[in-house]
């Protein structure tokens, strides 16, 4: 198997806590059964996930996302093969952005769509060596 890595980016539409909680449900529940893992780093103005398996299987994933209209703007930052996965026991990681991304102004200038791939896999390899947050 080659395991692809592939990162996306979008703006939620109608973003709240339930909307996040019903993501990560269906989220985990599907990558479950196809073995993807990954993170998704969420907030009111942002959403870029992580999703790594192999790659029918998160081509697949992304071209639902694709047609989920809680995703505005989606624009895959990076698709590629990887040697291991970055999180390998999480179906779908989550948390929130950390202090040392992007700040809103940030983001609404282009902040996540103007980040090269290195950019944003670092975000993700940085994010893989914290412990999640409580």
Known sequence: MHLTQLIYTSRPFGFDESVLDNILLSARANNGRRDITGALICRADLFMQLLEGEREAVTATLARILQDDRHVDVAVVHCGDA??????????????????????????????????????LAIFRRLAAQPRAA
Request: charged letters at 25%; aromatic letters at 10%; hydrophobic letters at 40%.
């Open 83 to 120: 040697p291991e996965r970055l999180f390998p026991t999480w179906t779908m990681r989550d948390d929130p952005p950390q202090s040392w991304m992007w700040t809103q102004d940030e983001v609404r200038a282009g902040a996540a769509r103007n980040a090269t791939a290195a950019e944003v």
